[in-house]
């Protein structure tokens, strides 16, 4: 594979915040990580400035662990299987007593009681790591006692504050209001849930935004970028789970995702679902979609490919091209514009995503035909 980034070039990383969301963050990383590409500067907001502490501290390893033992007790004082059973709409299993008994804590506390999440900052977090790493670091958070938006660069915090400005930059409204050197605060990402301006302020011209769609405001959107920036993201094309779905399983998943969608952006992966290595221009797969007519198109299930009386006498070559590609790429929401190749990776992946084969791999085209082959063979 290619790797479509200038490995010569220090890079700003953004992270976006959504709670549990942000497993898809660290698979990311590692995809950046192994591909050698030098971060310079990170900038996050709420779970986004958590994730970016570790990055700015190039432990990958606690990172993972985190995230691989994450459950809701390690992030609030809650219990996990009546919050599974309330995640998943389960009420009565939770058992009505049950869920009473923390409903009347939070009422009592005035707000989840996030004391594990501080005492998980406490035990991972290392101010000495950050501020020596050479990578710059700025965390977004909303200061309610001075009603303003605040971007904090770590080396300019008071030393030994950094672990409570991390948490205020994750103050949910529905934690439990505490005050974090002297003030209170609330989640960065409601003001500014995308901090690009940290870095564009800064003079960073290379600069990758990793995307999990949480809630707040995407100031991405308004933000303008100057001539002679370049801005790549890497971003989930599937749900990532709930804002508060503290799930180790889930977080796995989203791990694994990331990192493949980070090899996508790296290497320029093809495919919509799947991970395609398809260096090669539309010509080439027109000539295979010419010779493997017949293979190809006995992937798909017959109401997809009978023609309607071969529209109206038309056969061969054409039949194919003035109508049945053109009738696929309706039926599948291809982008206006889209060509052969599109088209025979787009077969490739639905034929692949029919027969349930894994998706989680780097495939050549002609890997994932003979999988799908083998598949149907077997």
């Not at 606690?62 to 389960?90: C, F, G, L, N, P």
């Not at 088209?343 to 999988?371: C, D, P, S, T």
Request: aromatic share 10%; glycine share 10%.
């Amino acid at each position: 594979m290619e790797l479509k980034l200038d490995l010569t070039k220090e890079y700003g990383l953004v992270l976006e915040g959504g709670g549990a969301k942000g497993s898809y963050q660290i698979g990311a990383w590692k995809a950046l990580r192994e591909a050698k590409v030098r971060i310079k500067g990170i900038s996050g907001a709420s779970v986004g400035a958590l994730n970016g502490a570790m990055i700015a501290m190039d432990d990958l390893a606690t990172a993972e662990y985190i995230w691989d033992h994450i459950s809701y007790s390690r992030v609030m004082d809650v219990d996990d299987t009546v919050m599974e059973h309330v995640q998943r709409r389960e009420f009565k299993s939770a058992g009505m007593t049950l869920l009473a008994a923390e409903a009347k804590k939070v009422l009592k506390e005035k707000g989840l009681d996030i004391t594990p999440l501080r005492e998980l900052i406490e035990s991972t977090i290392d101010e000495e790591k950050i501020r020596t790493s050479g990578r710059e670091l700025y965390i977004t958070a909303y200061s309610v006692s001075d009603r303003c938006l605040l971007t904090m660069d770590v080396r300019d915090i008071r030393e030994g504050d950094i672990g409570d400005m991390l948490m205020a930059s994750a103050y949910l409204p529905l934690f439990k209001s505490e005050k974090l050197g002297g003030k209170r605060y609330l989640d960065g990402g409601g003001w500014d849930n995308v901090p690009i301006s940290a870095l564009l302020d800064r003079g960073y011209e290379d600069i990758i935004v990793l995307r999990i769609y949480g809630l707040g405001f995407d100031s991405e959107k308004v933000t303008r970028i100057p001539e002679g920036v370049h801005v790549c993201h890497i971003a989930p094309r599937q749900s990532l789970g709930g804002l508060l779905k503290f799930d180790k399983r889930q977080a796995h998943k989203n791990m694994k995702l990331g990192y493949y969608d980070g090899l996508r952006m790296l290497y320029g992966l093809k495919g919509r679902w799947y991970y395609l290595d398809a260096p090669e221009p539309e010509e080439y797969y027109m000539n295979l979609l010419v010779k493997q007519t017949e293979i190809i198109t006995g992937l798909l299930p017959c109401e997809l490919t009978a023609g309607q009386d071969r529209e109206k006498g038309v056969s061969g070559l054409r039949y194919y091209t003035e109508f049945l590609y053109p009738r696929l790429a309706k039926k599948w929401k291809m982008k206006d514009g889209w060509d052969y190749k599109d088209m025979y990776l787009g077969i490739l992946e639905y034929a692949a995503r029919r027969r349930r084969i894994n998706r989680f791999k780097v495939y050549r085209a002609h890997e994932l035909l003979e999988k799908i082959c083998l598949h149907d063979y077997v």
